[in-house]
């Protein structure tokens, strides 16, 4: 392997577990909207979902209503931070390599909203060299769009990156992308 150059974080279940605290949002965004679901349910059948599949996925059609909830959860969503852990292992390591040199950036299908918030609550923002989101690709993980967006930012080729994903979906992103990758399990 050639000289690691850049680092490439996953963000939801990779660098912060962010299961439960998306599982309250979105249960709370939805029982305003009179649909009931459990947190079991959420996170078994649509954690890691776009909102628009999920959405989908629970009967709703309509486009802006699907846009109105799902600004309503991310109005919702800093109410359950108390349940946002980092992997403060993955990230100390990530510092430690950033010290070094080497580029850190965070790459996730998440909405940059969302991202964001839980970045200025666990103060991570200063410890990241760049940011991609789901709102800058056209098409998600299992495509590799984001992750070369990034090399590409960065100019760096695959050989010189490392990638840390948790989901399979990710996995096969990072897979496809060439570059090395490592799975994580919170």
């Given at each position: 392997?050639?000289?690691?150059?850049l680092i490439l974080l996953d963000f939801d279940?990779?660098?912060?577990?962010?299961?439960?605290?998306?599982?309250?949002?979105?249960?709370?965004?939805?029982?305003?909207?009179?649909?009931?679901?459990?947190?079991?349910?959420?996170?078994?059948?649509?954690?890691?979902?776009?909102?628009?599949?999920?959405?989908?996925?629970?009967?709703?059609?309509?486009?802006?209503?699907?846009?109105?909830?799902?600004?309503?959860?991310?109005?919702?969503?800093?109410?359950?931070?108390?349940?946002?852990?980092?992997?403060?292992?993955?990230?100390?390591?990530?510092?430690?390599?950033?010290?070094?040199?080497?580029?850190?950036?965070?790459?996730?299908?998440?909405?940059?909203d969302n991202i964001t918030n839980v970045m200025?609550?666990?103060?991570?923002?200063?410890?990241?060299?760049?940011?991609?989101?789901?709102?800058?690709?056209?098409?998600?993980?299992?495509?590799?769009?984001?992750?070369?967006?990034?090399?590409?930012?960065?100019?760096?080729q695959p050989m010189e990156t490392i990638i840390?994903?948790?989901?399979?979906?990710?996995?096969?992103?990072?897979?496809?992308?060439?570059?090395?990758?490592?799975?994580?399990?919170?």
């Amino acid at each position: 392997m050639s000289e690691v150059k850049l680092i490439l974080l996953d963000f939801d279940g990779t660098l912060v577990d962010t299961r439960r605290a998306n599982a309250l949002a979105y249960i709370a965004t939805l029982e305003e909207a009179g649909v009931t679901i459990s947190e079991s349910e959420y996170l078994s059948r649509f954690y890691g979902m776009r909102c628009m599949e999920f959405m989908r996925e629970l009967g709703f059609e309509d486009k802006v209503e699907i846009e109105r909830l799902r600004h309503r959860k991310i109005e919702l969503y800093p109410n359950y931070f108390n349940f946002v852990t980092l992997n403060e292992a993955l990230w100390n390591w990530c510092q430690m390599m950033r010290a070094m040199g080497v580029k850190v950036w965070i790459v996730s299908t998440g909405h940059i909203d969302n991202i964001t918030n839980v970045m200025r609550y666990l103060r991570l923002e200063s410890g990241v060299d760049g940011l991609i989101t789901g709102d800058d690709v056209a098409r998600p993980k299992p495509y590799p769009d984001a992750f070369c967006m990034a090399m590409e930012s960065v100019g760096v080729q695959p050989m010189e990156t490392i990638i840390f994903e948790d989901s399979e979906i990710g996995l096969e992103a990072a897979r496809r992308s060439g570059a090395s990758y490592v799975k994580i399990a919170l």
